[in-house]
């Protein structure tokens, strides 16, 4: 089992950034693919990126390509995702998530059934 906590979330002017933050508690922490996704309001899940393992590779969906960055640090078991820019549309909860699949195509690690363990999410609102 892995549990998962993001934090980091609130409430931001448009153009604004957020750092989010994702705590594993398990030790193996560093052989899980993670996963941020986000769920704006009425809407479906939808991915937002993943970080391989090592986080030498990396996967952004093209709504926030160039404006968010995922890192982790596996010495914290902790995975991040750095918000510029922002948007009213990137208001969501936001999710992390962890699998042992790392795939060679974005739409793959995409899928959320792909992650066998989410945290609970953190509120990200962005005013206009």
């Known amino acids: 089992q892995v549990q998962l906590v993001e934090s980091g979330g609130g409430l931001v002017q448009a153009g604004g950034s957020l750092r989010l933050s994702c705590a594993a508690s398990?030790?193996?922490?560093?052989?899980?693919?993670m996963g941020w996704f986000r769920q704006p309001p009425g809407k479906e899940r939808e991915f937002v990126g993943a970080?391989?393992?090592?986080?030498?590779?990396?996967y952004y969906a093209d709504s926030v390509k160039g404006r968010f960055t995922i890192s982790r640090d596996n010495a914290k078991n902790t995975v991040y995702l750095q918000m510029n820019s922002l948007k009213p549309d990137d208001t969501a909860v936001y999710y992390c998530?962890?699998?042992?699949?790392?795939?060679?195509?974005?739409?793959?690690?995409?899928?959320?059934?792909?992650?066998?363990?989410w945290g609970q999410g953190t509120q990200v609102t962005v005013s206009s």
């Open positions: 998530a962890a699998t042992k699949v790392w795939a060679t195509t974005v739409q793959t690690m995409g899928v959320p059934g792909e992650y066998d363990y």
């Open positions: 398990r030790r193996t922490f560093s052989r899980y693919t």
């Open positions: 970080i391989s393992w090592s986080g030498g590779s990396t």
